[in-house]
């Protein structure tokens, strides 16, 4: 499928698709969806809250398990499954009950960390603090992701509009940008082991 199928298809489904998109790959599709947006296909403040919900509400399903299934179930599948230690899980619990919101933040970029960590936290933060923080750290994301999107595809019309030779180069430089972050995700997550010795 070529981008124009692409976004035909998105945008015959709307909002609603991209929101199911941004579920599943929120950054990468909130700078795609924004840099289009600059472009006039989509309203800006609709993709950005849409960014935001599409990043918090997994951390609320995440946090539902942790707060409703057993310690002992949560424990035996990080540590039969995933292959986790005891010493390591009491490591990221430890570093949740004494500095939250730095934890989530941790939680949130590392890639393999989210499943893991939101469950954990689940086991121990009160609801109303991790709202708060869950929120507050995804609406931050989403903006950082949605800006980055939105003045590279400012930057872009501008250059088609007055260096149509360039318009190619600049285009390439985008693709390039999210091949790189896509790139660098999967090989984050291929170092997951590492990252869980906080």
């Given at each position: 499928m070529d981008f124009n199928s692409l976004l035909?298809?998105?945008q015959s489904y709307g909002y609603f698709f991209l929101f199911l998109l941004m579920f599943l790959e929120g950054p990468i599709v909130t700078y795609l969806a924004a840099f289009l947006s600059s472009l006039g296909y989509f309203n800006p403040l609709y993709i950005f809250l849409i960014s935001a919900a599409g990043n918090f509400l997994?951390?609320?399903v995440y946090y539902a398990i942790g707060r409703s299934m057993?310690?002992?179930v949560i424990y035996s599948y990080l540590i039969k499954k995933r292959g986790f230690s005891q010493e390591k899980i009491d490591r990221i619990i430890k570093q949740l009950r004494l500095h939250a919101g730095k934890m989530?933040?941790?939680i949130k970029i590392v890639p393999p960390l989210p499943p893991i960590g939101l469950t954990l936290s689940g086991m121990v933060l009160p609801f109303k603090k991790f709202a708060l923080l869950s929120v507050t750290i995804s609406a931050v994301y989403s903006?950082?992701?949605f800006a980055a999107g939105f003045y590279s595809g400012s930057a872009y019309s501008y250059v088609t509009t007055h260096f149509k030779a360039l318009q190619f180069i600049f285009f390439g430089l985008?693709?390039?940008l999210v091949g790189a972050y896509?790139?660098?995700?999967?090989?984050m997550e291929k170092?997951?082991?590492?990252?869980i010795n906080l």
């Open positions: 035909m298809l998105v997994p951390d609320f057993r310690k002992k989530l933040i941790i903006l950082f992701f985008v693709v390039l896509y790139l660098f995700m999967r090989w170092k997951e082991k590492s990252y």
